[in-house]
């Protein structure tokens, strides 16, 4: 009998086939100049695929490190230009640098994207997220050294400023880390970790006698034993005239692990420092400013313009401190503040809408990477003395000839009081009176409007075909100042609790959607919802408690009972427990209820599409069969190499145009005339057919 769930493997198989690989062209690279008289157009998805990156694509990623590196005489800044390349799913990559008067250079290009592992429960994590590396300068500004990852080995390069052939000054079989020029520039300072080496021969030779099936594995990842958190680091000296090695000395270790700090912090001149403090010990307290005077006396800023979300910290050669901070309402602006310690309050210099990631100094300016709802990033310089701000470099100047839908900002407060915004963005070319369907985008909405967290729900391309977007940012945590939380675990645990932090979440998702349909420019009937990561979660819980919505795509799934205490390990499964959640000898349907795709699975009758990548799609299958044996419309992609963020371009790009067949499909009735979609809109007839039916007995 056939039902309505579909399981296909990914639309791209380019990464495990290097044979099949288109050759890839990197001649754009550097962006060529845009014809003033260019005529404008729509967006396609391979613009959006093919932008040029600097640093993490993502406009809210305010915590990740800077990819940008300032000379010292701060006349020119340096960092890693990225661009997807589709076509052979690969990406093109070159060390750019860019001087105070808008002059660019290409000094290098090659390697391969280099993505990150975090410290897990039980052990390291892939995530698909892009590496972030900035190139450092030598003391006297002639040379430049910068990661570059070639045959999956991250090695330290170096190439004069002025140009010439960049060379590899490390060939280990390990990845350094993080790097930092000696003193006097004629070395440099390199972290590794050997052991991983030793791990991975440890972990073979177990294999031989069967792995312990223990806290370090993650099934969904797969059966071997993930490398463990915590291994040492093994900080390293290279001369860089001769290549001899040597061990560093304690001193320099010091001062490697220094580089490497991300926190905000500002040395001085005379002895001057800034940081951040928190101010109690409860769980995510808000961090206050503190500086040390050149009398060496430790001062702690009183104003509560100081205290809380401050982004980075620079000292002028004055002596005055400058910082960066989010503020305003969901923290949706940034303001630049300059603070004497003479001073009580700081004086703002620059506000701004805009994000602003990476930010350097340069002398007497910041070197940021500046972008907008409707602005992909650029680089900007603003100066200190005045915080006037101007543009320096921006890499896809295609886009000004691209009409885009027009971006308002709705704001508003969900039920428990904590304020959230969305921006509503309408097709390019609507009139008034006109109403659309709408696609919810999650789950934060910083900077240019790509595709959402993770970036596959492309929102101007959805607008660019005649639907209304609402991209959510998201309240502040529910247990966010809740008194009596001393530990990250109690204040999990309170988000947990009565799924607490879920709820919070719905109601700033439906009352978002109120401010629209309140505007009477969306049709009730005909609204999408999509989410990756928390935001998936998010659309299941929506599903199931406010089942409005015509049609969903997720990109993670799902948190079941059994996926919980099984399919993501023993580590896992125990902190769940710390949480709240029960074992799985001791069921309890009544707390699962409101969550559980599996146990709602006769009810959810919304056409859900599941694009999942391969080391996750095992997560959904509680929700994803009990779907199916329900007849319910579920289709289901897994894409191969890939991790929680799916990393590869032609991947991306499948992502983004599936899912806009899926929303035209199902909220305008529309679709691709591509011939080679026809089995696509088959599966999609049969689910809106009501062909499918539900699987009973011992039927397959």
Known sequence: MRTGAFLLLGASLLAFCPDARAETSCEDLLPERVAADAASRLINADDL?????????????????????????????????????????????????????????????????????????????????????????????????FQRRD????????????????????H?????????????????????????????????????????????????????????????VEARLIDIATGAERAATQAEAEQLAESRRVAPFAQGGNGQRAWLAPESAAPLSPERIHVRDRDGRDIACPSPLCLGDVQGLWW?????????????????????????????????MLRTRDVLLGCVQGGA??????????????????????????????????????????????????????AAWGDL???????????????????????????????????QLFAAHGMAVLSLERPAF???????????????????????????????????????????????????????????????????????????SISNCCFDANMVMMQAGIAFADKQRAYGLPPLTRPDPDLWRPYSVAMNAGKLDRPLLMQLSDDEYIHSLEGFTALREYGQPVEMHVFPGEHHIKWQPAHRRAAYLRNLDWFAYWLQGARDPDLAKHEQYARWDAMRSHKAAPISGDRP
């Not at 410290?119 to 050294?145: H, K, L």
């Not at 045959?151 to 004069?160: D, E, N």
């Not at 370090?216 to 034993?225: E, F, L, T, Y």
């Not at 050669?317 to 003479?342: C, H, I, N, P």
């Open 49 to 145: 695929v093919r932008l040029r990156d600097i640093g993490r694509p993502e406009g809210s990623a305010f915590s990740a490190p800077t990819p940008l590196g300032a000379s010292p005489n701060g006349q020119e800044v340096a960092f890693i230009l990225r661009r997807a390349e589709p076509g052979s799913n690969s990406y093109c990559l070159g060390l750019v640098v860019v001087s105070r008067n808008g002059a660019v250079r290409l000094l290098d290009q090659g390697g391969e994207l280099a993505t990150a592992s975090l410290d897990g429960e039980g052990g390291r994590m892939p995530t698909g997220v892009p590496e972030v590396w900035g190139p450092r300068w030598s003391p006297d500004g002639r040379q430049i050294a």
């Open 151 to 170: 045959k999956g080995v991250t090695q330290l390069w170096i190439v004069a400023a002025a140009g010439g052939k960049a060379r590899a000054i490390t």
């Open 316 to 348: 002028d050669a004055q002596g005055q401190l400058y910082f960066l901070r989010r503020e305003g309402w969901a923290k949706e602006d940034m303001v630049l503040y300059s603070w004497t310690l003479d001073d009580s309050t700081p004086r703002p």
């Open 425 to 459: 963005v309408l097709p390019p070319d609507a009139r008034p009176g006109q109403k659309f369907p709408l696609v919810v985008v999650q789950y934060h909405s910083d900077g240019f409007l790509r595709g959402g967290t993770g970036d596959e729900y492309p929102i």
């Open 478 to 552: 529910v247990a966010t100042g809740q008194p009596g939380l001393k530990t990250m675990e109690d204040f999990n645990r309170a988000m947990q609790a009565g799924w607490a932090e879920r709820w919070s979440l719905l109601s700033s998702l439906m009352t978002g959607i109120d401010a629209v349909k309140a505007r009477g420019i969306v049709d009730p009937d005909r609204i999408g919802i999509t989410g990756l990561s928390d935001g998936s979660s998010t659309v299941r819980f929506a599903l199931i408690n406010r089942p409005i919505f015509a049609a969903a």
């Open 365 to 418: 300016a910041l070197y940021c990477l500046r972008e907008n709802a409707t602005t992909p990033r650029y680089l900007a310089r603003i100066a200190l003395t005045d915080g006037k701000a101007e543009s320096l470099f921006v890499p896809n100047p295609e886009f000004a000839n691209i009409r885009l839908g027009s971006v308002e900002r709705l704001r508003w407060r969900n039920d428990r009081g904590l």
């Open 172 to 232: 280990g079989q390990v990845d350094i880390e993080a790097f930092a020029w000696s003193g006097d520039g004629q070395a440099l300072l390199v972290a590794a970790r050997p052991a991983i080496l030793t791990d991975k021969a440890s972990v073979d030779a177990e294999g031989l006698g069967g792995w312990l099936y223990d806290r370090r594995v993650a099934p969904n990842i797969g059966p071997r034993p993930r490398p463990p958190v915590g291994l040492a």
